[in-house]
């Protein structure tokens, strides 16, 4: 086959082996994946080749070097690291030994990339006209009124109704599917023979992370692109990739056919990574919730914005009750009111109207019990703790407050928190830029905990997270609710979360719910049509499934005549891809 | 854009509006009576008989409500009617316009000279940190912050006046004359501006959207000329306006030692004659002025960084 990618033997190390770890000055981390200094090389012995109009996906945990492998592709490795070994061609190029005029044309115009964070890869301050007008003039030699119509059919085809409104918006006017497909626009706008696409799709719910996973599909078929596609989710991915690289601790463990890979995997790694991509509903056995509410909600109203013209009902008469133990999910696409209503079940945000009733349990102390029981762990942990903060100060901060905590008590306290959730003591010297992800997340469970909460909300509390971390995660948040007897509200976008924790369901659209149902109930029969839409959007990927998957139509096309789409402003209704 | 001027605008006013009366109320508050005091500037006399008291506070209007008394203050200062000063005797709005003719002069030369310093300094710094270059600069330059501007003045004038002779070492005729002052001036605004663009640099370069950049094919330095540059230099549009606000009525020190006629020395001199009503124009004068250089760098924050929306309109 025509290879347009072929990395031979890559072996990346960091070049400055005797720095430090040093997290703590800035509380930035080191690198992409977390890197830090060590002897061991962070990418060894890698091959992989990617032929013209082959999807490769290239699977593994975070850390694993799947970033930095595709950072080599164009020699944009963090300067602290360095390709030590091995060889890159992209196609006839070698971009080991490469000019920087050479890699000049070759990023972004033989090689495209595609980020996981669409949002924080623009320029706040610059339209998506004026980012699209840099690969297009030096790739494409546009400028002015060319440029400006180029601009215009890349953002028509990746699926902007009003690509005019699309040039002129700002990255933060646009959702987050728009931005994803406007940088799809960007790292296509060079013509590129192979995109790299690291993790595009991770930060998105599942719609519309099977819109760009089809956008980027119609590109390969229609035109031979060739895709490499990073991902730490094997499902995502399944019915798209001819084949499968499984990557772990900076070599590639497992290869082949993604049917084979999907199908029978050879190693307990991938086995794994499979297992953590398709939490598998049912595996538990929990008592029933008792018949007693914790918090009921009814009527409750949430406005924004004090202008006519501009408010915006963010929560419309929502009555919802949790019973004591339950878990309940709470699921809708991003801007439904998720996480309004996260916030306002805390006492973070002020309703408009309607009530929301806590019935605790007393559990010995009196004070500030009901600011206290109800307790949220938030999305992303690096920027729910202070980077300047050691985490024991940051989890001794709330207990502060309460009165007849001797210093002991206090430190006893947050060391049985850490043990709850398995965290080793010593990271409570720590700062959050020197800690993972998921030893973060820990931790604002553990600091949740420390306040004895009855209801604990989980807003997102995974999302952030790879696939194997997450699973853990989950686990761990299952197992102090079943030993705590805690009521749980898991907020998600994703369908194999709510499926895999929650007893019932309830379905936000625009701010109401429309639809509570039993788990179970839900997922075979969803009764609304949007639910039908989120339900359909988590494809059961199994590898069996795979022919099947690989030949189906794209669902719930619009027939012709119809407008094919809303503004860029609102989000993307459901299954209106960009196939049109 | 059109509700944020909108509402920007409705500040500027409020604000001129509540710190004009602050000012109005300045002869109630200061020890002495107001008319004895007219009186006593007009008649150079010691004895002021109660008669002539009583006649003047009423052709004055003093008799009248208090707001009403403000709003007819207000209007005469709108149309340019400051009133006479007390010691001269002429009309206020005639000293205070040369003076800040003067001083606006002497701050936009300063101001711009930091801004040409600061600005290749800072972005020097905030491109390499930790460099030996990043760290002369800001070693040298912060320690302008603790030179006080009546010890870098002396001197200056020492050096470049009486060693030198290559410049005037007082006095306010022609452009050679206000370079002394604008340096001693521009120190400290050099240090701040040259800090705000070295942060404002690092924080720029380690947005995740500079590699993104590069990937898209860009060179390291049109990525930092596109990418880096234009968003460090946000933070020092706002800093700017706070110091050209902050000079207008503040460079007293610099104006009084360089024997400068700009407003500082005129507000100096007013309060130090208990002049009221030269004191009063020339404060609303300073104030409105400010609160509308803070208003336009608002603007072009807002201008240089869209997400601003937001939070303002």
């Known amino acids: 086959m025509n290879n347009i990618l072929e990395i031979r033997d890559l072996e990346v190390r960091n070049l400055r082996q005797h720095d430090a770890p040093d997290g703590g000055k800035d509380g930035r981390t080191a690198g992409p994946d977390g890197v830090g200094a060590g002897a061991a090389p962070l990418v060894r012995d890698l091959s992989l080749a990617v032929g013209a109009g082959e999807f490769v996906a290239l699977v593994g945990g975070s850390g694993s070097g799947k970033t930095l492998t595709s950072l080599s592709c164009l020699r944009l490795l963090p300067p602290q ?62 400028r002015g009124a060319k440029a400006r119509a180029a601009a215009l059919e890349m953002l028509h085809d990746v699926g902007f109704a009003d690509p005019h409104r699309g040039v002129r918006s700002y990255p933060h006017q646009l959702s987050g599917g728009m931005a994803q497909r406007a940088m799809t626009a960007l790292a296509l706008a060079g013509r590129p ?99 007693r509410e914790v918090l009921t909600l009814t009527g409750v109203h949430k406005k924004f914005g004090a202008h006519r013209r501009r408010s915006h009902l963010a929560l419309e008469n929502v009555n919802l009750e ?56 938030f999305q992303e942990p690096h920027s729910s703790f202070d980077p300047r903060m050691t985490l024991r100060s940051s989890m001794e901060a709330p207990l502060l407050r309460r009165a007849g905590l001797t210093a002991e008590a206090r430190a006893r306290r947050i060391a049985d928190a850490m043990a709850e ?75 194999d979360v709510v499926r895999y924790m929650c007893d019932r369901v309830a379905v936000l659209l625009d701010g109401r719910v429309i639809e509570v149902a039993e788990t179970q109930a839900f997922f075979t029969r969803p009764a609304h049509q949007h639910s039908r839409a989120l339900v359909e959007a988590a494809i059961p990927c199994r590898g069996d499934h795979l022919q099947s998957l690989l030949h ?10 119809q407008r094919p789409e809303r503004p860029a402003a609102g989000e993307e209704p459901a299954g209106v891809s960009a196939a049109h | 854009m059109l509700p944020f001027i909108a509402k920007r605008t409705t500040t500027l006013v409020t604000a001129v509006v509540v710190s004009s009366f602050a000012v109005f109320l300045i002869p109630y508050f200061t020890p002495g009576d107001p008319v004895r005091k007219i009186i006593r500037s007009r008649v150079n006399g010691d004895v002021v008989d109660d008669a002539s008291v009583q006649s003047l506070s009423l052709s004055l209007g003093l008799q009248d409500p208090l707001m009403l008394q403000y709003f007819r203050w207000l209007g005469r200062m709108a149309s340019g009617d400051m009133g006479l000063s007390h010691v001269s005797r002429t009309a206020v709005a005639e000293q ?79 452009p ?23 942060s404002g640099i690092l924080e720029a370069s380690a947005a995740e959207h500079v590699p993104a950049a590069r990937a898209r094919g860009l060179s390291q330095a049109q990525a930092v000329l596109r990418h880096v540059v234009p968003n460090g230099l946000v933070p020092l ?77």
Not at chain 1, 208 to 227: A, I
Not at chain 1, 552 to 561: I, L, N, T
Not at chain 2, 243 to 269: D, H, Q, Y
Request: net charge positive.
């Open chain 2, 237 to 313: 549009s706002t800093l700017f306006a706070v110091w050209f606000a902050g000079l207008l009525g503040g460079s007293v020190i610099v104006e009084v030692i360089f024997a400068v006629p700009g407003m500082g020395r005129l507000l100096f001199n007013a309060v130090i004659n208990s002049d009221v009503p030269l004191a009063q124009g020339g404060v609303v004068v300073v104030v409105a002025l400010a609160v509308t250089v803070t208003t336009l760098a608002d603007f072009v924050h807002r201008l240089l960084s869209p997400t601003v929306e937001g939070s303002y309109a």
């Open chain 1, 552 to 561: 189906q139509e794209p669902r719930q096309e619009r027939s012709a005549g």
């Open chain 2, 176 to 198: 050679a004359s206000m370079v002394l002052p604008a340096v001693t001036l521009a120190l400290r605004p050099i240090s701040y501006f040259t800090s705000a663009v070295r």
């Open chain 1, 421 to 495: 959730v398995e965290l080793d003591e010593s990271m409570l010297d720590k700062r959050p830029g020197q800690c993972s992800g998921g030893q973060l997340q820990r931790a604002t469970i553990a600091r949740a905990l420390l306040l004895d909460p009855q209801v604990l909300i989980c807003d997102e509390a995974t999302s952030a997270l790879d696939a194997l971390t997450q699973r853990t995660v989950l686990n761990l948040l299952l197992r102090l609710q079943r030993e705590h007897r805690l009521s749980l509200i898991v907020i998600s976008h994703d369908m």
């Open chain 1, 81 to 142: 690291l360095g390709i030590t070994r091995g060889s890159i061609r992209a196609g006839s190029l070698d971009v080991t030994a490469a000019t920087e005029k050479d890699l000049t044309a070759l990023r972004g115009g033989q090689v495209g990339m595609l980020f996981q964070q669409p949002k924080r890869m623009f320029n706040p301050s610059r339209t998506i006209g004026q980012h699209l007008a840099e690969p297009l003039r030096i790739h494409g030699g546009l």
């Open chain 2, 96 to 174: 205070v316009l040369p003076a800040l003719a003067v001083t606006l002069s002497l701050v936009v030369f300063s101001l711009g000279l930091a801004v040409l310093v600061s600005l290749p300094l800072g972005i020097a710094a905030g491109l390499r940190p930790g460099r030996a270059t990043d760290k002369v600069i800001t070693t040298v330059t912060q320690s302008f912050i603790a030179m006080p501007e009546y010890w870098v003045a002396p001197l200056l004038v020492l050096v470049f006046a009486l060693k030198l002779s290559v410049l005037p070492s007082a006095g306010w005729a022609g």
């Open chain 1, 193 to 291: 023979q192979l995109l790299l696409a690291d993790e595009p799709t991770s930060a998105l719910d599942k719609m519309l992370e099977q819109q760009v996973l089809r956008l980027l599909d119609r590109e390969r078929q229609e035109r031979g692109l060739g895709v490499l596609y990073i991902t730490h989710n094997i499902a995502s991915v399944a019915a798209f990739a001819h084949r499968i690289l499984v990557m772990d601790s900076g070599s590639i463990v497992e290869a082949g056919p993604a049917g084979r890979i999907l199908a029978r995997p050879q190693r307990d790694y991938t086995r794994e990574l499979l297992a953590a991509s398709q939490l598998a509903p049912g595996s538990r056995r929990r008592p029933p919730p008792a018949e």
């Open chain 1, 322 to 377: 949790l019973k004591r133990g339950e878990i309940l999910g709470v699921l809708g696409q991003s801007g439904s009111g998720k996480s309004t209503l996260a916030r306002a079940v805390v006492g973070l945000e002020k309703v408009s109207s309607g009530t929301i009733g806590r019935h605790l349990d007393e559990r010995g102390g009196k004070l500030d019990r009901a600011t206290t029981a109800v307790q949220l762990v």
